[in-house]
């Protein structure tokens, strides 16, 4: 399946890309009057398997279904921004003593180079400071008089860790090439997410992605992705676990799924999609404890995006089960664009939003 529309052709844009694990999803945004211009969208589903193989014959195919999509889209630029998904890049954050402050590069090295799941070397990364803090640490001996107990802080910068494997990277570089399109800046799914669906909302936020195959969780503080992880669970196993408890094939179970998205009324969550969530939901717990536990804070509410997102009861059942509240994203939130495509792109909202947050990326680094 493919969808394309063209409009506004007269302002600088930028396009931005995102290859999914089952579809490439385009976004040409423009800029008029400092306001985002819908300029172009589209996007085509593409088999699984020509989508993860490494190998030169599915570059080529991918490089050429992407120029294909631009063509269809009637796309205005060449200036493009992708998105590596969450699955195959690694974040942390590091904590760096203050008196490393001056050498913070050979310090963040030493230590990502403990977790990193290949070698430093066939790895390209990147380090953000993104705040700071003090740990608190008091030494006290057997049978030592309190009052005389003295405690002392170590100050510390909290450091944002983010690194992608090499021949990641250069695998997307060939296939932008084969497109004809020239890759302006790689960052991360989290990264373009947090854009597209917060802007400068500073609410500590987590965003749950759940695709067609896997479930991207990201923490996003001070706009930036502190936190992720990534599950091989997505809406497939959602429709295959409707398909088997209805006695249905999965494009009945698909379009059921599809049916009970569109309804207008009706906020409970059914049954046989709250099981088929529970490893989704498990995870989005671990999560919460996890960033507590290393930044002593509480997340502040949830974003939804994704072909699931929609779900009826799924925003309430979140709700009740994290105590915070939860909202499906809206890419289009001060975007301009014609009025007559409105119930299309809040239709495809949920799905466009990595697109979109890219496609913005060059024009909100000029801005800060």
Same mark, same amino acid.
């Given at each position: 399946?493919?969808? &394309?529309?063209? $409009? &506004?052709?007269?302002?600088?844009?930028?396009?931005?890309?995102?290859?999914?694990?089952?579809?490439i999803k385009i976004a040409e945004l423009g800029l008029k009057d400092k306001n985002y211009v819908l300029r172009t969208f589209g996007y085509v589903d593409v088999a699984s398997d020509v989508i993860h193989?490494?190998?030169?014959?599915?570059? /080529?195919?991918?490089?050429?279904?992407?120029? /294909?999509?631009?063509?269809?889209?009637?796309?205005?630029?060449?200036?493009?921004?992708?998105?590596?998904?969450? &699955?195959?890049?690694?974040?942390?954050?590091?904590?760096?003593?203050?008196? @490393?402050?001056?050498?913070?590069?050979? =310090?963040? +090295?030493?230590?990502?180079?403990?977790?990193? #799941?290949?070698?430093?070397?066939?790895?390209?990364?990147? %380090?953000?400071?993104?705040?700071?803090?003090?740990?608190?640490?008091?030494?006290?001996?057997?049978?030592?008089?309190?009052?005389?107990?003295?405690?002392?802080?170590?100050?510390?910068?909290?450091?944002?860790?983010?690194?992608?494997?090499?021949?990641?990277?250069?695998? =997307? /570089?060939?296939? &932008?090439?084969?497109?004809?399109?020239?890759?302006?800046?790689?960052?991360?799914?989290?990264?373009?997410?947090?854009?597209?669906?917060?802007?400068?909302?500073?609410?500590?936020?987590?965003?749950?992605?759940?695709?067609?195959?896997?479930?991207?969780?990201?923490?996003?503080?001070?706009?930036?992705?502190?936190?992720?992880?990534?599950?091989?669970?997505?809406?497939?196993?959602?429709?295959?676990?409707?398909?088997?408890?209805?006695?249905?094939?999965?494009?009945?179970?698909?379009?059921?799924?599809?049916?009970? *998205?569109?309804?207008?009324?009706?906020? +409970?969550?059914?049954?046989?999609?709250?099981?088929?969530?529970?490893?989704?939901?498990?995870?989005?717990?671990?999560?919460?404890?996890?960033?507590?536990?290393?930044?002593?804070?509480?997340?502040?509410?949830?974003?939804?995006?994704?072909?699931?997102?929609?779900? #009826?009861?799924?925003?309430?059942?979140?709700?009740?089960?994290?105590?915070?509240?939860?909202?499906?994203?809206? #890419? %289009?939130?001060?975007?301009?664009?014609?009025?007559? $495509?409105? #119930?299309?792109?809040? @239709?495809?909202?949920?799905?466009?939003?990595? *697109?979109?947050?890219? *496609?913005?990326?060059? +024009?909100?680094?000029?801005?800060?």
């Amino acid at each position: 399946m493919s969808l &394309f529309q063209g $409009l &506004f052709h007269k302002e600088a844009a930028f396009l931005g890309v995102e290859i999914g694990t089952a579809s490439i999803k385009i976004a040409e945004l423009g800029l008029k009057d400092k306001n985002y211009v819908l300029r172009t969208f589209g996007y085509v589903d593409v088999a699984s398997d020509v989508i993860h193989d490494k190998d030169e014959q599915s570059q /080529q195919k991918l490089g050429e279904v992407l120029k /294909q999509l631009g063509v269809k889209a009637g796309i205005t630029t060449n200036q493009a921004v992708a998105a590596l998904p969450t &699955f195959a890049v690694f974040t942390t954050v590091v904590n760096v003593p203050k008196s @490393n402050s001056n050498d913070i590069g050979t =310090y963040v +090295q030493r230590e990502a180079q403990k977790y990193l #799941p290949q070698p430093l070397a066939e790895m390209i990364l990147e %380090w953000q400071i993104v705040g700071s803090g003090n740990e608190s640490k008091t030494a006290v001996a057997a049978g030592t008089d309190e009052s005389k107990i003295s405690s002392s802080a170590k100050e510390y910068l909290r450091v944002l860790v983010t690194a992608a494997p090499r021949e990641l990277v250069k695998r =997307y /570089q060939n296939i &932008f090439q084969i497109a004809g399109l020239q890759l302006k800046a790689i960052e991360t799914e989290a990264s373009a997410l947090g854009r597209a669906l917060l802007r400068r909302d500073r609410e500590l936020t987590m965003i749950i992605d759940i695709g067609s195959m896997t479930t991207d969780m990201a923490v996003i503080e001070n706009g930036l992705p502190v936190l992720n992880r990534s599950i091989d669970i997505g809406g497939w196993n959602i429709t295959k676990s409707i398909a088997v408890a209805m006695g249905i094939d999965t494009a009945e179970a698909e379009q059921f799924k599809t049916d009970l *998205a569109m309804q207008k009324s009706g906020r +409970q969550l059914p049954t046989v999609v709250e099981e088929s969530l529970t490893q989704i939901l498990n995870t989005v717990k671990y999560v919460f404890e996890m960033y507590r536990g290393q930044a002593g804070r509480q997340i502040e509410k949830i974003v939804l995006v994704g072909g699931s997102a929609s779900l #009826p009861g799924l925003s309430d059942y979140l709700m009740n089960m994290f105590n915070v509240p939860v909202y499906v994203g809206n #890419p %289009w939130h001060d975007i301009k664009y014609d009025p007559a $495509l409105q #119930p299309l792109l809040e @239709n495809i909202g949920t799905r466009m939003a990595v *697109a979109v947050g890219l *496609a913005m990326r060059e +024009q909100a680094t000029k801005s800060t």
